[in-house]
């Protein structure tokens, strides 16, 4: 069974970075894209990120890109997503997940994705 680990959310000000850390067990990630996505309270999950298996691949959605970083170890079967010049609106849980096929590539669409962690806090004070 594949287990999928958030950890690195926390209260941060505006302007400020954090580092998230996504651990997979159950399966070696190194052949599937992996994604993030977030949601903020009263709204629908939302794509944030994701990275091909070999990391050769972004996506990212418009509103955090230039601001975010997904990147990705797969000796340690982890996934990262560096948030700088955090915003307000940056405010959800964070969740990552693993690609539901093999060597396809990264995508923005929640359906495309068949395991998910169980999430991590992010606030960013005004």
């Known amino acids: 069974q594949v287990q999928l680990v958030e950890s690195g959310g926390d209260l941060v000000q505006a302007g400020g970075s954090l580092r998230l850390s996504c651990a997979v067990s159950?399966?070696?990630?190194?052949?599937?894209?992996m994604g993030w996505f977030r949601q903020a309270p009263g709204k629908e999950r939302d794509f944030v990120a994701a990275?091909?298996?070999?990391?050769?691949?972004?996506v990212y959605a418009d509103s955090v890109k230039g601001r975010f970083i997904i990147s990705r170890d797969n000796a340690k079967n982890t996934v990262y997503l560096q948030m700088n010049s955090l915003k307000p609106e940056d405010t959800a849980v964070y969740y990552c997940?693993?690609?539901?096929?093999?060597?396809?590539?990264?995508?923005?669409?929640?359906?495309?994705?068949?395991?998910w962690g169980q999430g991590t806090q992010v606030t960013v004070s005004s």
């Open positions: 159950g399966r070696g990630i190194s052949s599937y894209h």
């Open positions: 997940a693993t690609g539901a096929r093999p060597y396809s590539t990264p995508d923005a669409d929640p359906a495309q994705y068949d395991s």
């Open positions: 990275i091909s298996g070999r990391g050769s691949r972004t």
